[in-house]
Structures are given as C-alpha cells and as structure tokens.
C-alpha cells in the first residue's frame, strides 16, 4: 500500500463511552480479527485492565479496508489509555497520528475525560471525527450531545456520525470518514530514520517489545539502531506489524505502524516518548514531546512478614522492567521495619502495581497512604524534595513548604454544582471558572493541592454526585503554604508512616479526626491504648482505646455455629493485614485512615 492510502488514528473518549467496543467492532468490519477469535474487547488485554474496565496499556492494530472508493486503504487504530495518570503515554500515541475518533455516548454527554483527551488531540494537531455513541440507547439525545461538543470543544458536529458500536451501526460511515478525513502521513521516506515510541512492554522471550510509528525514513530487520533519549544501541531482531497480534516483516517505512524485537533488557531503555534512529546514520534532532516520567504520588510498601523483604525487592525489580514509570528505594522504619518507597504517576498507577504485587507475586504487604512531593526551603538556603512525611525536616530547620497544585476540571449536571464547588472549597481550592455547557449541566474548574487531591477526592465527587460529575486534572506547580507535619503516636509510640503533611488550619480538625477514625480501626487488646496527634511537641488531639474485656465470641449467645465460623473467618482475614507497631497490631485500614475521615 502507497502512504497516500495509509491513515493512522485513535480513538479518543471519556471511560464507558464506548471506545473499546467500537475498536473491537472495526476490526470485525475490516475482517481482521474473524468473529470466532473475537474475544470481548480484544485491545484491553491484561486481565487487572479488563476487570477494572480501563485501557492501561497501548496496543495497535492494522487493519486492510476496501474503501467506497475501491481501493486498499491501511488503516491504523492505536489504541490510548483511558486515566489521567497515563496522559503522556495518551499524548505519545496521539502524536502517533493524523486523526483521532472522538466518541461521545449520547446517552451522556462531553464529560472531563472527553475535553482533556481532545486538549491532547488538538496539541497535536489531529483531525478529529465526532462520533456520537450508543444511539440504540432510548435516552440517548444526539442533538443535545452535539450542541454540547461544539459549545465545549467548538468543533463543527453537522457531520457527526450516528453510532451504536454496541449493534453495529454506523461502523461503516466511521471507517468512511477515516479514509476521507484523516490525512495520508507524508513521505518522508528519503530522510534519516526517525520513529515515535508509543509504547513497549517487556517479553521475558525476546527482551523488550517496541511499538512505534516510523515518522522519517525506513527500518529493516538486522538494522542497528539508537535509541536517542537513552543512547542504548541495538540490532534488531525481528520486525513487524500488529495485525493485531504480531506478524514479522523484512521493512517498514515513513507513515507505517509497527513492533520491533532487539533483545532489549529494560523498557527504561526504550521509554515511551522516545525516538528511535539508525546508528549509522543518525537523525539530526529527536522528535519533540519527550519526556521523564515523574512519579507524583509516593507510598511505602512493607512487607508484613518481613522475611519477605527480598522477594518484595525482587517483584519490585521484575515490575520496573515493564514499567519505567515505576521508583521505588528502601526505607526503613522504626514502626515497620523494612521496606520500599515506591512513586508512582498517580493514584491509580499506585493500584495496580499494589495489586499486581498481591496477586501475581503473592506478597502480603501494608501500603502507608499516599504522599504529594512537597518542596522545602531550609534555612540554610537549599531546597529539597520530600515525598514522605517522616522526613520533614525540623520547622526549625524549614524556611516554609511548597506543594504541587492541579486544574482540576469537574463536569456535572447543575443539582450538584452547589455540593461540588463546597467539596473543593473545603480542599483548599481556588476556584477559577463555573460555566454551563448547557441549560442542565456545568463545568467547574478550581485550583487545588495535588495533596488534596489523592485523597479520596474522586470518591467525594462521586457520591456528592449520585456518580453523575466526572473530573480530571492536570499540573499547574507549585506554591508556597502554611503546611505542618502531623504526628500520630500510638501506645506511646510515634508511627511514622501515619505522619501527614496538613495545612495549620486544619491541623485541630484532621488530628481530631484522626484519632478517632485510629480508635474505631485498631482492635481492642488486652490493654489500655492511647492514641495522640502532635504538631511538634504539642499534643493537638487524644484519644483512647478501652481494654478488652470478653471474649468475641461471647456476643454470639451460644448457639449460632455458622455465626461464630463467620466471626472466626472475619478475624483471621482481618489478621492477615495487621503490623505489629509495638506491642500494638494496627490493621491496613488503619494506614489509610487519614484518606477517609470525612
Ligand atoms: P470504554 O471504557 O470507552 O472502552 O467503553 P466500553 O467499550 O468498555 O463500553 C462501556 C459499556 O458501554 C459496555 O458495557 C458496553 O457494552 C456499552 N456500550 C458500548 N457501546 C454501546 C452502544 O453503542 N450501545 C449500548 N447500548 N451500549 C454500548
Ligand atoms: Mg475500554
């Protein structure tokens, strides 16, 4: 195929709009994934992603059409992430391509996901096709939803496409509108190799596997090349294109999507972002929009038994392979022994790979709550990064704090406008701008501590909202507050991994909170257990923890074995997830208590 009749694309879309369906309903149309092999959603393959309904990782597929027209058209769908912790890798993709399907369920509406993926489409600089999606729904209200994207997005909608990708309709007006309105890459095939990272994972087989999408220039197999962020050199291997699994070919040239194999031990030598080149004859400039991951959003994970300190080191080493966004060193703590301080690009990043170590390296791990990165100027004139409360420095040794601030965008019918804009006012947002998008819903943007933010805001917004508002939120740096550390000292004990960074206003409140949400969570023992917040020196709230008297089972009156074995049940699952800090057994919850005190 000529690159005149080569279109590359994404499909951009707020979660549960549709985005995965409508991919797995153009590769059926196209005949390149035969119906019986069709697996639900065949571009969300990792199980954690299909579980929690996400895109995580990017995957690509080529699929051969035979347009209205009569020719062969190549069309490539590279898939995106669907979380704001992933918008780089987003960014990276789209910048992969021509053209972006923006698909809008009907039913729905633009929400914070759709604007924030079409920010990133309109950077760079994408054709975009409006799709309205899940017409087949009875409250779908396609003229509304159009009215609402050229109000938001100010895009032309006359000729959006009516689509249920649910029961196929419209799929070939899509695949139309991809032929005519996405423009052919340029030929640029005479020039230096030059092609975009939008993604790599690890293969334990053949090392890391690349995808990319050359830009200049042409690639073969057996080329030795140079990756120009890392430096890293490589010959490759094997060569292909996703189709969408893997089928090796001997060439690939500007404008074409592809994967290639080089025995490459770490994906941090071939990072998303980054532009792959020959090592004989090198590019002049690398392609723009690189960039280092930087983790956001920091935790501790310690092992609760701690003879599984090395193999929580081993997991995290294997996970790095595959994740370059992933940091992690050692930390030790007099309450928790040893562990690791691990970053991550945000809340949701932090998940997974928790859950990944639980579930696929069966380790038993107390994970602290999540910390910002805070800037601290000393007085001695430095400044330094602190992503973990315990380490402060002294506020004799603090000049003051700076912590990050996000945009924070919420998207919501006007019912909750008034409970949304209290939630933030109460995270120490500023608030920047309230507008109507249409008679029934609003945009509310604010300006919010990062901090503020990764606690349980997304969960706040959602129940204040009956799950109708959606958000989404980008950097904007960082300032300067009145921020103090929190201390919390159980049975007499400072527990460092419960230390937070708070603003002094509300100090009083939190550790008031605190210790109570502390006294609910620690199960009685056999002794008196006092629980304080300190600022300092100073004792800001107390509380305690009465000594056990009866025995649990005593509640039970006897009789009721299938009560008792439940009880029994719901101790000892409880027990899996304690730290013994002292002489006291503190349960996860507990660790995570200052996230829940509303
Ligand atoms: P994604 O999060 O954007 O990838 O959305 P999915 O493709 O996973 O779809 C979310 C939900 O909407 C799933 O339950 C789909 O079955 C459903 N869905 C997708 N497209 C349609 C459609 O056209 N009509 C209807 N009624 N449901 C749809
Ligand atoms: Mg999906």
Same mark, same amino acid.
């Given at each position: 195929?000529?690159?005149?009749?080569?279109?590359?694309?994404?499909?951009?879309?707020?979660?549960?709009?549709?985005?995965?369906?409508?991919?797995?309903?153009?590769?059926?149309?196209?005949?390149?994934?035969?119906?019986?092999?069709?697996?639900?959603?065949?571009?969300?393959?990792?199980?954690?992603?299909?579980?929690?309904?996400?895109?995580?990782?990017?995957?690509?597929?080529?699929?051969?059409?035979?347009?209205?027209?009569?020719?062969?058209?190549?069309?490539? !769908?590279?898939?995106?992430?669907?979380?704001?912790?992933?918008?780089?890798?987003?960014?990276?993709?789209?910048?992969?391509?021509?053209?972006?399907?923006?698909?809008?369920?009907?039913?729905? /509406?633009?929400?914070?996901?759709?604007?924030?993926?079409?920010?990133?489409?309109?950077?760079?600089?994408?054709?975009?096709?409006?799709?309205?999606?899940?017409?087949?729904?009875?409250?779908?209200?396609?003229?509304?939803?159009?009215?609402?994207?050229?109000?938001?997005?100010?895009?032309?909608?006359?000729?959006?496409?009516?689509?249920?990708?649910?029961?196929?309709?419209?799929?070939?007006?899509? !695949?139309?509108?991809?032929?005519?309105?996405?423009?052919?890459?340029?030929?640029?095939?005479?020039?230096? %190799?030059?092609? %975009?990272?939008?993604?790599?994972?690890?293969?334990?087989?053949?090392?890391?596997?690349?995808? &990319?999408?050359?830009?200049?220039?042409?690639?073969?197999? /057996?080329?030795?090349?140079? &990756?120009?962020?890392?430096?890293?050199?490589?010959?490759?291997?094997?060569?292909?294109?996703?189709?969408?699994?893997?089928? @090796?070919?001997?060439? !690939?040239?500007?404008?074409?999507?592809?994967?290639?194999?080089?025995?490459?031990?770490?994906?941090?030598?071939?990072?998303?972002?980054?532009?792959?080149?020959?090592? /004989?004859?090198?590019?002049?400039?690398?392609?723009?929009?690189?960039?280092?991951?930087?983790?956001?959003?920091?935790?501790?994970?310690?092992?609760?038994?701690?003879?599984?300190?090395?193999?929580?080191?081993?997991?995290?080493?294997?996970?790095?392979?595959?994740?370059?966004? !992933?940091?992690?060193?050692?930390?030790?703590?007099?309450?928790?022994? &040893?562990?690791?301080?691990?970053?991550?690009?945000?809340?949701?990043?932090?998940?997974?790979?928790?859950?990944?170590?639980?579930?696929?390296?069966? %380790?038993? %791990?107390?994970?602290?709550?999540?910390?910002?990165?805070?800037?601290?100027?000393?007085?001695?004139?430095?400044?330094?990064?602190?992503?973990?409360?315990?380490?402060?420095?002294?506020? /004799?040794?603090?000049?003051?704090?700076?912590?990050?601030?996000?945009?924070?965008?919420?998207?919501? @019918?006007?019912?909750?406008?008034?409970?949304?804009?209290?939630?933030?006012?109460?995270?120490?947002?500023?608030?920047?701008?309230?507008?109507?998008?249409?008679?029934?819903?609003?945009?509310?943007?604010?300006?919010?501590?990062?901090?503020?933010?990764?606690?349980?805001?997304?969960?706040?917004?959602?129940?204040?909202?009956?799950?109708?508002?959606?958000?989404?939120?980008?950097?904007?740096?960082?300032?300067?507050?009145?921020?103090?550390?929190?201390?919390?000292?159980?049975?007499?004990?400072?527990?460092?991994?419960?230390?937070?960074?708070?603003?002094?206003?509300?100090?009083?409140?939190?550790?008031?909170?605190?210790?109570?949400?502390?006294?609910?969570?620690?199960?009685?023992?056999?002794?008196?257990?006092?629980?304080?917040?300190?600022?300092?020196?100073?004792?800001?709230?107390?509380?305690?923890?009465?000594?056990?008297?009866?025995?649990?089972?005593?509640?039970?009156?006897?009789?009721?074995?299938?009560?008792?074995?439940?009880?029994?049940?719901?101790?000892?699952?409880?027990?899996?997830?304690?730290?013994?800090?002292?002489?006291?057994?503190? @349960?996860?919850?507990?660790?995570?208590?200052?996230?829940?005190?509303?």
């Amino acid at each position: 195929v000529p690159v005149s009749r080569i279109r590359n694309f994404s499909i951009i879309a707020h979660i549960d709009h549709g985005k995965s369906t409508l991919a797995d309903r153009l590769l059926q149309q196209t005949g390149t994934v035969e119906q019986r092999e069709m697996k639900e959603q065949f571009l969300d393959n990792m199980d954690l992603e299909r579980e929690r309904g996400i895109t995580i990782k990017l995957q690509a597929a080529r699929m051969q059409y035979v347009a209205k027209d009569g020719e062969v058209y190549c069309l490539n !769908l590279i898939d995106t992430p669907g979380h704001v912790d992933f918008s780089y890798e987003v960014s990276r993709s789209l910048a992969a391509c021509e053209g972006a399907l923006l698909v809008v369920d009907a039913s729905q /509406g633009v929400e914070a996901q759709t604007l924030a993926n079409v920010y990133l489409a309109l950077e760079n600089n994408l054709e975009i096709i409006p799709v309205l999606n899940k017409i087949d729904l009875p409250g779908a209200d396609p003229d509304r939803v159009r009215e609402e994207i050229e109000e938001m997005i100010g895009l032309d909608c006359r000729e959006a496409i009516l689509c249920s990708a649910k029961e196929g309709i419209g799929v070939d007006e899509i !695949l139309e509108a991809v032929v005519k309105k996405v423009p052919a890459p340029p030929e640029t095939v005479d020039e230096p %190799l030059r092609a %975009l990272i939008f993604d790599s994972y690890y293969d334990s087989y053949r090392g890391v596997i690349v995808y &990319f999408r050359i830009i200049d220039g042409d690639v073969r197999k /057996g080329d030795k090349i140079l &990756f120009m962020a890392s430096g890293k050199e490589y010959v490759i291997d094997e060569l292909g294109v996703l189709s969408p699994s893997q089928i @090796p070919v001997d060439r !690939l040239r500007a404008g074409e999507v592809g994967y290639i194999a080089a025995s490459i031990r770490s994906v941090a030598d071939a990072r998303v972002g980054d532009t792959i080149t020959h090592a /004989g004859r090198k590019a002049a400039k690398m392609l723009p929009g690189y960039e280092e991951a930087t983790p956001m959003v920091f935790c501790g994970l310690f092992p609760i038994d701690a003879d599984q300190f090395p193999e929580l080191r081993e997991a995290l080493e294997k996970l790095q392979l595959n994740d370059a966004a !992933l940091k992690f060193e050692p930390e030790t703590s007099s309450a928790m022994g &040893f562990g690791f301080r691990c970053g991550f690009l945000g809340l949701l990043h932090m998940e997974i790979v928790q859950e990944r170590l639980e579930r696929e390296y069966n %380790l038993n %791990l107390i994970t602290t709550a999540p910390s910002v990165v805070y800037r601290v100027h000393t007085t001695s004139g430095d400044v330094i990064e602190v992503d973990n409360p315990a380490a402060l420095p002294d506020a /004799g040794k603090r000049q003051f704090i700076e912590e990050p601030y996000v945009r924070l965008e919420v998207i919501t @019918p006007k019912d909750y406008i008034g409970t949304l804009m209290e939630l933030a006012q109460n995270r120490r947002g500023d608030f920047k701008e309230l507008k109507y998008i249409t008679t029934s819903r609003a945009s509310i943007v604010y300006e919010v501590p990062l901090g503020e933010v990764v606690s349980d805001f997304f969960d706040q917004m959602k129940s204040r909202s009956k799950g109708y508002a959606s958000m989404e939120y980008s950097m904007v740096g960082y300032r300067k507050n009145d921020l103090v550390k929190l201390d919390i000292s159980i049975n007499g004990d400072s527990v460092d991994p419960l230390a937070t960074i708070v603003h002094r206003d509300k100090a009083y409140n939190v550790g008031r909170a605190l210790t109570q949400k502390l006294k609910e969570l620690i199960p009685r023992q056999m002794f008196k257990i006092p629980i304080q917040a300190c600022i300092g020196t100073k004792v800001i709230a107390s509380e305690s923890i009465s000594a056990m008297r009866k025995d649990v089972l005593a509640k039970c009156y006897g009789g009721d074995i299938t009560r008792k074995k439940k009880l029994l049940k719901k101790q000892a699952e409880g027990k899996k997830r304690m730290k013994s800090v002292g002489r006291v057994d503190v @349960p996860q919850d507990a660790f995570m208590a200052v996230l829940k005190l509303e």
